[in-house]
């Protein structure tokens, strides 16, 4: 009889991990959920700089990182839900970032209903890219290019330290 093989259940959570693959963690540098509370802690420091009102939701069930305002009074009338991500696969000039959520291990791309921006930091170009919803939803990843490359077009441009945007009344107004 033959014997049936079970389908993968994806990436082993680190809670789940034996201590030899910790430890292969470990040697390979900061983990991802410590690398991605780095970035928060990046954008924090940056949004604040800026002026920006920004509260931070208690848990983990929501799929937003910060609540952003514009900085008046009681933040304003603009409160935006903003997801931050980073790039941790990077070829030559290209920087692949993951725009996407788990749902019981099914990763998911991010919908109108659960954030209004992602806002993406490049660590090695101490560069922030801030896009707003429409540009996110049904998609799984995203390919930045590094600016100074420049032989090539970044597709991405308009985005790059597109601050501005959380001060508009819509978060989508240009020019």
């Not at 801030?130 to 540009?135: D, F």
């Amino acid at each position: 009889m033959a014997r049936i093989k079970r389908a993968s259940r994806g990436p082993i959570p680190p809670r789940r991990r034996s201590p030899a693959q910790k430890k292969a963690a470990q040697a390979r540098g900061i983990g991802i959920l410590e690398r991605g509370d780095l970035t928060e802690v990046a954008f924090l420091h940056k949004a604040m700089s800026l002026g920006f009102m920004v509260a931070k939701p208690y848990g983990h069930n929501h799929r937003y990182d910060f609540i952003v305002g514009d900085g008046k009074k009681d933040g304003g009338k603009n409160l935006w839900r903003v997801q931050v991500k980073t790039s941790i696969c990077v070829q030559g000039d290209l920087y692949n970032v993951s725009v996407r959520h788990s749902l019981n291990g099914v990763r998911i791309a991010y919908t109108e209903a659960e954030i209004d921006f992602v806002a993406v930091y490049l660590n090695r170009l101490d560069t922030w890219y801030i896009l707003p919803v429409r540009e996110v939803v049904g998609r799984a990843s995203f390919l930045f290019r590094d600016p100074k490359a420049s032989h090539r077009r970044d597709p991405w441009a308009y985005y790059r330290e597109a601050w501005h945007l959380l001060r508009e009344p819509d978060g989508l107004t240009f020019g």
